[in-house]
């Protein structure tokens, strides 16, 4: 029963949409969750700060543009007692020195998205959380497929783990990835993944729920004019589902379905 979703969900990545449509991956949680959608970064912050106050934490942030209609951020909150943190910044160099900034602060960086705006101006948004223990991490702007690859089994010699990859769609066709690792002396392992087609992953997926690895992340970007497909395992064995090429409202929907039938709930958003 698990395996019959890719097959229906793949049948239809072909086809094309004209409204802007998203991936959604969900699982088992005993925490309240709550999914926002704001026009605007400030209308955002002053929504973020709502949650706060209200209980929840950011854990996953998209954004995205339909047509010359304002920028829309989505944040999926999760109710906790931890603070986090949201922050934004033009550069990835001014992103370093934030990420640094929060590092000695004692926060750990838990999600990462970015946005281009043309060839040389960019967003890079992050999401903090603060721990008794804090994580150490890594965040890495890459310009390929090989060099994410090579980056993360030199950082798994170091126990560093991969646990987020947000990719750059840029103008001239060759995509870059903001690349997130978890240092973790458990013995867990999470696994980079890359496919050519929806069938591939599709396979791939079904393989891995078989083998007990689960999806934790998941993007699509093109290479030229092909759409590629990337995403993050991790062993574990218990229930989950995925869909992609699906409206806000049927991402909702069925979050709602999955949490009265099956006790699972939305914990990762992305822009197809």
Same mark, same amino acid.
């Given at each position: 029963?698990?395996?019959?979703? +890719?097959?229906?969900?793949? +049948? ?26 704001? =026009? ?16 929840y ?10 047509? %010359? ?31 640094r ?9 838990? &999600? ?11 967003d ?5 959380v ?6 150490i991490?890594? /965040?890495?702007?890459? &310009? ?9 089994? =030199?950082? =798994? ?20 990835? /903001? ?34 690895? *689960? ?9 030229? &004019?092909?759409?590629?497909?990337? =995403? ?16 806000? *409202? ?12 099956? %006790? ?7 822009? &197809?």
């Open positions: 029963m698990r395996h019959t979703l +890719c097959l229906i969900l793949f +049948c239809s990545l072909s086809l094309t949409l004209s409204a802007q449509t998203f991936s959604a991956i969900y699982q088992p949680s005993d925490k309240k969750v709550r999914q926002v959608e704001r =026009a605007g970064w400030e209308a955002f912050l002053a929504e973020h700060q709502q949650q706060n106050a209200a209980g934490r950011l854990t996953d942030l998209e954004t995205y543009r339909d047509g %010359g209609e304002e920028r829309r951020y989505i944040g999926i909150y999760t109710e906790s007692p931890l603070p986090d943190s949201l922050g934004r910044a033009s550069s990835w160099a001014e992103f370093i020195k934030l990420k900034k929060m590092a000695k602060a004692e926060y750990t960086m838990i &999600d990462v998205a970015a946005v281009v705006h043309n060839e040389s101006d960019y890079f948004y992050g999401i903090w603060k721990e008794a223990n804090p994580t991490h890594k /965040v890495w702007l890459l &310009d390929s497929r090989e060099t994410i690859l090579k980056r993360t089994r =030199a950082m =798994a010699k170091d126990r560093f783990k991969i646990k987020r990859v947000h990719v750059l769609d840029v103008p001239n066709g060759e995509p870059s990835f /903001v690349v997130l690792y978890h240092f973790s002396p458990i013995n867990r392992y999470n696994f980079l993944y890359f496919a050519n087609t929806a069938e591939e992953f599709a396979q791939e997926m079904k393989e891995r729920k078989g083998s007990k690895v *689960e999806l934790i992340d998941y993007d699509e970007f093109r290479e030229g &004019d092909k759409v590629q497909y990337v =995403a993050i395992f991790q062993d574990g064995d218990y229930d989950s589902d995925f869909v992609s090429r699906q409206s806000l *409202e049927a991402i909702r929907e069925k979050e709602k379905s999955l949490d009265a039938s099956r %006790g699972l709930r939305i914990v990762n958003l992305s822009v &197809d």
